[in-house]
T-cell receptor
Framework: NAGVTQTPKFQVLKTGQSMTLQCAQD?????MSWYRQDPGMGLRLIHY???????DQGEVPNGYNVSRSTTEDFPLRLLSAAPSQTSVYFC???????????FGDGTRLSIL | QQPVQSPQAVILREGEDAVINCSSS?????VHWYRQKHGEAPVFLMI?????EQKGHDKISASFNEKKQQSSLYLTASQLSYSGTYFC???????????FGPGTSLSVIP
């Protein structure tokens, strides 16, 4: 089992560029979520999904979009990258409920 | 609203015990605990639901006092492998968003 797979692992962008962070899980989990982690600030919820076709905003959704067309995939899109979005991004999944139980390895994103 | 964790950091010698606290000003449905080693993803340790239950995971256990809206993580006879940052996450209702605390850095030294 691969678990939760995130790609890419590292990315450098210029301000204003857009990109998509990929997240896929092979455990048939209904609940998936995206977090960003900044130094000394713990994990902050960006967006989450309780199943295919259903998404909702977390604590810090501005500047990000998500979609959930399949149970397996939950991509995160940065619409117009800003230096404030420099962070480590984690995707997580769980069988049900809001508990993120399985995390991907993270995407380290730098925006210049 | 972000839960509060204390202490911010703790240094232990192998074999010593530690307690990490997580508290909220709001009524909670559940508390979750995670450990994250430097440069790695968080690892889920356990979830405690309201009802004042206590859980254990090897030599790591936790309690949840719903009246005080507080959870405590107990690490006994600490090992070098316990080093890392411990986060609590809280839910106010079932299927709610999980909000994480700022973390407690724990270092175990020989």
């Amino acid at each position: 089992n691969a678990g939760v797979t995130q790609t890419p692992k590292f990315q450098v962008l210029k301000t204003g560029q857009s990109m998509t962070l990929q997240c896929a899980q092979d455990m048939n989990h209904e609940y998936m979520s995206w977090y960003r982690q900044d130094p000394g600030m713990g994990l902050r919820l960006i967006h989450y999904s309780v199943g295919a076709g259903i998404t909702d905003q977390g604590e810090v959704p501005n500047g990000y979009n998500v979609s959930r067309s399949t149970t397996e995939d939950f991509p995160l899109r940065l619409l117009s990258a800003a230096p404030s979005q420099t962070s480590v991004y984690f995707c997580a999944s769980s069988v049900s409920g809001g508990t993120p139980q399985h995390f991907g390895d993270g995407t380290r994103l730098s925006i210049l | 609203q972000q839960p509060v964790q204390s202490p911010q950091a703790v240094i232990l010698r192998e074999g010593e015990d530690a307690v990490i606290n997580c508290s909220s000003s709001k009524a909670l449905y559940s508390v979750h605990w995670y450990r994250q080693k430097h440069g790695e993803a968080p690892v889920f340790l356990m979830i405690l639901l309201k009802g004042g239950e206590q859980k254990g995971h090897d030599k790591i256990s936790a309690s949840f006092n719903e009246k005080k809206q507080q959870s405590s993580l107990y690490l006994t006879a600490s090992q070098l492998s316990y080093s890392g940052t411990y986060f609590c996450g809280t839910e106010r209702t079932s299927y709610d968003k999980v909000i994480f605390g700022p973390g407690t850095s724990l270092s175990v030294i020989p």
